[in-house]
Every structure is written in structure tokens, then in C-alpha cells.
């Protein structure tokens, strides 16, 4: 079955050091690959996509994430941490490829601290 | 741009009352989603609807829900008669495009409890 699993529930990371948070799927073929965030009490807005091409995406706010095939990844990064990217990033996956509805799957969050 | 405007922000009611949540979409986009949130399940897509044609209602609950979208403008989702399980918070997004590309467009949310 399709999936997309977040494996850290929460991370803790002190302002100003680099941040990782991962995003593993399971789909036959190259999927269009997603990370949200939400801030409390907001809805989710979109930081970046991959759809093809080059593996490393550059995002709003400072994040990048790159896509990584023989992995089945799209790991989420940020070289230096500011207290506002306090929030709940989401990844997610469309299967991609051509014709069709197709629906999108989230994973669960990872619920980001940042402490000074 | 106004981004996608959902109404009412929060919402409390009794169980058995019927409940009407409004979602305005982004002009231009033929794509409406609507999902709920809660800390068990997560993100759950309700329906989705292109051109104002529902597409995918499979992960409507039950016939308790019902969601409409008489135009492009917008969008309702009504539960009657709402139950404490229904408390969670109801997002609407809008995308561009005959396909599902991902690229979703939230709003806010409305926080429904239920008691």
C-alpha cells in the first residue's frame, strides 16, 4: 500500500543550529513530493514541491529538501533555526505520473521546538 | 490575493444540532478539497470536488455529512446532527488545475466542539 511515514513524532533543536526532519514514502514510481507547515492554529501553507528534475529543492523560509531515490526520501533541511520555525511540518505525496484524480497523502507531522 | 476564507473560525455546539461550515475558495481555482484534522486520525480528506463536481466523497464519514458547492465561489459542508466525535478542525483548500498536482492552497480552519 502507498504510505508516507514521518518518523519523528517531535524534535527539539536549539535557535540558530541546522535542522533535518525526515519524510520516507513507498510508491512504484517517482511521486510529486511535498513538505508543509503549520503554524498553531493556522492551516498548512506550502514550503516546497518536487515534481522532476534537479533532486535539490530550494523552499520559502530559508528550507530546502532533497530528493533522494534509492532512499525513497525527501528529507527537509534548514542550515540555521529561528524560533519562528517553531511549527508542525508536513510531508506529503501525490503519485504523479500523467491522467486522473489523484489524491494526496500526509504524513503524520513532526512538531518542531526550538528552545533558545 | 485574499487566500482561501473559511467561516465560522470556531464553532460550539450540542450534540444533535446541525452545523454549516463556509469555505470561500481562491478565485481562479477549480479545485476545492475539504479535510479535518484531529490529534488520532490526523489529516482526512472529506471530498474533493473539481469544477464544482464532486469528484472523491470516499472519505465522507457517513450520511451525516454532506458538503456542496453550488459555484466556483463556494463551498459548504454540513453535519446534521452533529456528535462529539465530530469535534475537530475542518480545513478547506483550493488548488488550480483538472489535477490533483498537490499544490494546496489552506485556509485557517474551523474549530468545531461539539459537546
Known amino acids: 500500500a502507498q504510505s508516507v511515514t514521518q518518523p519523528d513524532i517531535h524534535i527539539t533543536v536549539s535557535e540558530g543550529a541546522s535542522l533535518e526532519l525526515r519524510c520516507n514514502y513507498s510508491y512504484g514510481a517517482t511521486p510529486y513530493l511535498f513538505w508543509y507547515v503549520q503554524s498553531p492554529g493556522q492551516g498548512l501553507q506550502l514550503l516546497l514541491k518536487?515534481?522532476?528534475?534537479?533532486?535539490l529543492v530550494q523552499g520559502i523560509k530559508g528550507f530546502e529538501a532533497e530528493f533522494k531515490r534509492s532512499q525513497s526520501s525527501f528529507n527537509l533541511r534548514k542550515p540555521s533555526v529561528h524560533w519562528s520555525d517553531a511549527a508542525e511540518y508536513f510531508c506529503?505525496?501525490?503519485?504523479?505520473?500523467?491522467?486522473?484524480?489523484?489524491?494526496?497523502?500526509f504524513g503524520t507531522g513532526t512538531k518542531l521546538q526550538v528552545i533558545p | 490575493d485574499a487566500g482561501v476564507i473559511q467561516s465560522p473560525r470556531h464553532e460550539v455546539t450540542e450534540m444533535g444540532q446541525e452545523v454549516t461550515l463556509r469555505c470561500k475558495p481562491i478565485s481562479g481555482h477549480n479545485s476545492l478539497f475539504w479535510y479535518r484534522q484531529t490529534m488520532m486520525r490526523g489529516l482526512e480528506l472529506l471530498i474533493y470536488f473539481n469544477n464544482n463536481v464532486p469528484i472523491d466523497d470516499s472519505g465522507m464519514p457517513e450520511d451525516r455529512f454532506s458538503a456542496k458547492m453550488p459555484n466556483a465561489s463556494f463551498s459548504t459542508l454540513k453535519i446534521q446532527p452533529s456528535e462529539p466525535r465530530d469535534s475537530a478542525v475542518y480545513f478547506c483548500a483550493s488548488s488550480a488545475g483538472a489535477l490533483n498536482t498537490g499544490e494546496l492552497f489552506f485556509g485557517e480552519g474551523s474549530r468545531l466542539t461539539v459537546l
Open positions: 506529503a505525496v501525490v503519485p504523479g505520473g500523467s491522467g486522473g484524480y489523484q489524491k494526496v497523502t
Open positions: 518536487y515534481f522532476s528534475g534537479d533532486t
